[in-house]
């Protein structure tokens, strides 16, 4: 049968795309950090080249931020549109990470082994199980497998701000029959996932300023306002005792999960606690009348990701600093709309200002959440292929992440995705020392061929 061909391919052919995968990772393509704008060009470059020698018409569109690579290629049977992103998120902190997070290193570990690296499993090890599974059929069948349009983003990692632009001038270009997103990760290391509700974002940044210049502590410290104080006492007021989410109107348009959900999520027996015991905790916070797995995929939160002002070198100083700075972020559900959201939240700290102080804001990319209807036929073929590869059938799950394309694919092309990835909770995507497993990027190009094989 010729898939087994193909299959074997990918197998005979692995050393070769892990080569392949790890020039793409030497790249440094940091979507969010202007320094790194060549890389990310050179990142798209890669990839036009890349396609080009499989045959696809490819090129680099630009957009005012990194550019969009589209590729289409290959005729006949359902036209599939593929995304993925080849940005990844900035490394610090740099004294974490055992080697250079540019300089991808294979090794072996207790479970197995690993390519480790920025980008390793976030994205770029995903979206190359798509390319390669493309390159192994090319190979086994002389041509691709149907037709077939290739979208890749490199600004997916900071808020995706060119993408609504992009969709909608781009709309008849890119509109497909089944849309494939492979950004997420499996249920466990043996269960694959196709992932159904995506939550969304929103992203701000707070200045609170007060004096005009920092201050001597003790000259001025207790009659002069410090901005420290104020930022930490508005945001230590963000959640009430009972986890709750304090900004007013912030619960409009978050909906319940429906009772086939729930009993679904239910038996699906999550791991709460290695989930967490996997990372050095025990007890889960946050809302506590709700479950582990709805906390992480169907509730909405908010989090401060950073915070800063005043001195934080070596040694001391007894400043009163004129400014203090938060990054925070909310994780949206249902039909929270972030706009309204995002004038909500500034609303509730500028109220709480007191006298000589003011506050500026600064956006960091929306995104709504996203929910799949699941009843076109493709689903359920990516599933059975899933379980042809995996050997366990494909669970439908949430996930607490945000890939705002997935709910522009329904706005703007009418298309719900399959999301469906390889990942692995231990994978530390965003954090030190990234990786991807060997398993799964050998595992997730068999899947693709298998799914592709599926759904000509
Ligand atoms: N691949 C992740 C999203 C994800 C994470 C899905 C975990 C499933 C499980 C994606 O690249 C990501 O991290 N997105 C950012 C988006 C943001 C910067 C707009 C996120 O979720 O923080
Ligand atoms: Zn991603």
């Known amino acids: 049968m010729t898939l087994d061909a193909v299959l074997a391919r990918i197998d005979d052919t692995l050393p070769q795309a892990l080569d392949r995968l790890m020039d793409l990772m030497r790249i440094p393509s940091i979507s969010t950090d202007p320094a790194f704008k060549a890389d990310c060009a050179r990142a798209a470059d890669w990839l036009v080249e890349d396609l080009k020698s499989l045959g ?79 390159r192994a059929w090319k190979a086994v069948h002389g041509a691709l497998p149907g037709k077939l349009t290739i979208f890749l983003e490199g600004e997916e990692e900071s808020g995706s701000p060119s993408l609504i632009p992009f969709l909608k001038a781009n709309a008849a ?22 992932t159904t ?22 000259m001025y410290g207790g009659l002069a306002q410090n901005p420290i104080q104020i930022l930490t006492r508005i945001l230590a007021g963000l959640h009430n005792a009972d986890g709750r989410v304090m900004v007013p109107g912030f619960y409009d348009g978050v909906t319940e999960l429906p009772d086939t959900l729930r009993a ?51 040694g001391f100083k007894t400043v009163l600093p004129g400014e203090a700075h938060a990054k925070v972020s909310f994780r949206l559900v249902g039909s929270q709309d972030p706009v309204i959201l995002r004038e909500s939240f500034r609303a509730w700290v500028r109220d709480q200002l007191p006298a000589d102080c003011s506050v500026t804001f600064k956006e960091h990319g929306t995104s709504p959440a996203s929910a799949m209807q699941i009843n076109h036929p493709a689903f359920e073929a990516a599933r059975a292929a899933l379980t042809d590869e995996w050997g366990l059938s494909a669970a439908y799950t949430g996930a607490g992440g945000s890939i705002p394309v997935a709910g522009y694919f329904k706005t703007y092309l009418g298309m719900d995705a399959i999301l469906l990835g390889f990942a692995k909770d231990d994978d530390q995507i965003h954090s030190p020392n990234e990786k991807y497993d060997i398993s799964s990027f050998h595992k997730g190009i068999r899947s693709w061929a298998r799914i592709l094989a599926r759904l000509q």
């Not at 509109?175 to 694959?192: M, N, Q, W, Y």
């Not at 200045?207 to 005009?212: H, L, V």
């Open 197 to 218: 509700m995506l939550r969304g974002l929103l992203g701000e940044e707070i200045t609170i300023r007060a004096a005009s210049r920092d201050l001597h502590s003790g």
């Open 264 to 314: 679904q999520w239910q038996n699906l027996a999550f791991d709460h606690a290695r989930f967490l015991g996997d990372v050095g905790l025990s007890v889960p916070a946050g809302e506590q009348d709700r479950t582990p797995l709805e906390k992480i995929w169907s509730r909405p939160t908010a989090e401060m990701n950073g915070i800063w002002g005043g001195y934080t070198g070596d």
């Open 56 to 134: 696809f018409d490819a090129s680099a569109r630009p957009t005012p931020g990194h550019p969009m690579v589209v590729a289409h290629g290959g005729s006949g049977g359902n036209h599939l549109l593929f995304y993925g992103h080849y940005d990844v998120q900035p490394v610090d902190p740099l004294s974490l990470w055992h080697h250079d997070p540019f300089d991808p290193q294979i090794e072996d570990t207790p479970k197995g082994t690993v390519l480790r690296g920025r980008g390793a499993s976030d994205d770029k090890g995903q979206l190359m199980t798509f390319i390669e599974a493309c």
């Open 173 to 194: 270009e890119l509109k497909a029959e089944v849309a494939l997103i492979c950004d997420t990760g499996l249920f466990d290391s043996r269960t694959p996932a196709i």
